[in-house]
């Protein structure tokens, strides 16, 4: 499904196959190494590979690299990235949530001044969201958004997560878990976390499909409330997060919206 042909060796990022908005969305990572290559959507997790033995490659046989180990709890690196982070108050971060018509939360999202972007070899300011196991809390990786006041700045890609590092089953604590008693509330992305906020808290964010389809039934927590991205990644995802809860006697409740997700519905709102 993916034309392998059109990427040289390297990380690039282009729409899924499976789940695309249209031509400058950016979900599906492709990361090409020697004949060999893998592809992964951060939206709706859906997965291609290539061996160098694949005729589309057209290439001939080379000796491939090996992968880096990956990291199934936050690296060195990582927990000094996110410890050089800055509270959102009184920053850029919170002038781009305002904007976005957020909700700025107490929890696990932080804002970085001047963070590298690997691909294009500059810096930015960031918002970086610490992502956490859903049961136990342990520090996974980072979720990194690099932003204007107003919006996303225009780099490719805007977001990313650390490379090497385990993601799933993992949620951005965006609320503590003091916060969370006998409800709580999930959606993909961060701006769609923080738009639902207005009207239910605590809420996580679960950084994609993937992870929200897969979100573990947490004990003590009684209701669990849905933010549905509106494409089918999202519809499905949604249906099978609910399903497993209520099957534990969770009562579930999903939203549902004309646009993308509920911050796109709560900017054209406001405009």
């Known amino acids: 499904m993916i034309a392998w042909l059109d990427f040289a060796d390297g990380e690039h990022r282009t729409a899924c196959p499976a789940c695309s908005r249209g031509k400058r969305d950016k979900t599906l990572g492709i990361t090409i190494d020697a004949g060999k290559g893998v592809a992964h959507c951060f939206r709706c997790s859906f997965t291609e590979t290539l061996r160098d033995d694949t005729s589309a490659m057209r290439r001939a046989p080379a000796l491939v690299k090996p992968n880096p180990a990956k990291h199934e709890t936050l690296s060195d690196y990582g927990?000094?990235?996110w410890a050089a982070c800055q509270p959102l108050i009184g920053t850029m971060g919170e002038q781009y949530l305002v904007h976005r018509r957020c909700v700025v939360p107490p929890g696990d999202l932080r804002f970085h001044p001047a963070l590298p972007h690997k691909p294009s070899g500059t810096s930015g300011p960031a918002l970086v969201g610490l992502v956490t196991d859903a049961k136990t809390g342990a520090p996974l990786t980072l979720h990194r958004?690099?932003?204007?006041?107003?919006?996303?700045?225009?780099l490719d890609p805007p977001r990313m997560l650390l490379g090497n590092h385990r993601k799933q089953g993992g949620v951005i604590r965006l609320w503590p878990d003091e916060y969370?008693?006998?409800?709580?509330?999930?959606?993909?992305?961060?701006?769609?976390?923080?738009?639902?906020?207005?009207?239910?808290?605590?809420?996580?964010?679960?950084?994609?499909?993937?992870?929200?389809?897969?979100?573990?039934?947490?004990?003590?927590?009684?209701?669990?409330?849905?933010?549905?991205?509106?494409?089918?990644?999202?519809?499905?995802?949604?249906?099978?997060?609910?399903?497993?809860?209520?099957?534990?006697?969770?009562?579930v409740r999903v939203t549902r919206q004309a646009a993308n997700d509920l911050n796109d519905a709560l900017c054209e709102v406001a405009a």
């Open 145 to 154: 958004t690099w932003i204007t006041p107003t919006g996303k700045a225009q």
């Open 79 to 81: 927990r000094a990235l």
């Open 180 to 251: 969370v008693t006998h409800g709580l509330a999930i959606a993909e992305g961060t701006e769609t976390a923080l738009s639902l906020a207005h009207a239910y808290q605590p809420v996580w964010a679960c950084i994609d499909a993937g992870n929200l389809a897969e979100m573990p039934v947490l004990a003590g927590v009684e209701v669990l409330v849905i933010a549905a991205d509106n494409d089918p990644a999202g519809h499905a995802a949604a249906r099978a997060c609910a399903s497993r809860w209520s099957a534990a006697g969770a009562a």
